[in-house]
Nanobody
């Protein structure tokens, strides 16, 4: 069992940067993969990035690759998403999510599919303005 709480959302201008955080609590966190998803109004929940909490391997959606960085701080039990060069269309509620891994490897498409994840935070609003 894990619990996730996002923080750090806010208002940022297009082209700007923002880092959001996910505090993770529970047992044996190294057995979990932690991902970020986002959901804009009227849109489906969209995969952003995932990290193996134990090993630190990462995988990104094509749309954010090269601009966003997912990272973890194991002693602090936290996962971060650094977002650079934000676009207007990336306004969304950003969710932190987790699932218990079957292996240490991150294998798409399962790791990029929302239904794979069994634990979810409440979300944090990121608004990109012009």
């Amino acid at each position: 069992q894990v619990q996730l709480v996002e923080s750090g959302g806010g208002l940022v201008q297009a082209g700007g940067s923002l880092t959001i955080s996910c505090a993770v609590s529970g047992s044996t966190l190294g057995d979990y993969h932690i991902g970020w998803f986002r959901q804009a109004p009227g849109k489906d929940r969209e995969f952003v990035a995932v990290i193996s909490f134990g090993g630190g391997t990462t995988y990104y959606a094509h749309s954010v690759r090269g601009r966003f960085t997912i990272s973890r701080d194991n002693p602090k039990n936290a996962v971060f998403l650094q977002m650079n060069n934000l676009k207007l269309e990336e306004t969304a509620v950003y969710y932190c999510a987790a699932y218990r891994r079957e292996s240490a490897l991150i294998i798409p498409p399962d790791a990029a599919t929302a239904t794979t994840y069994t634990y979810w935070g409440q979300g944090t609003q990121v608004t990109v303005s012009s």
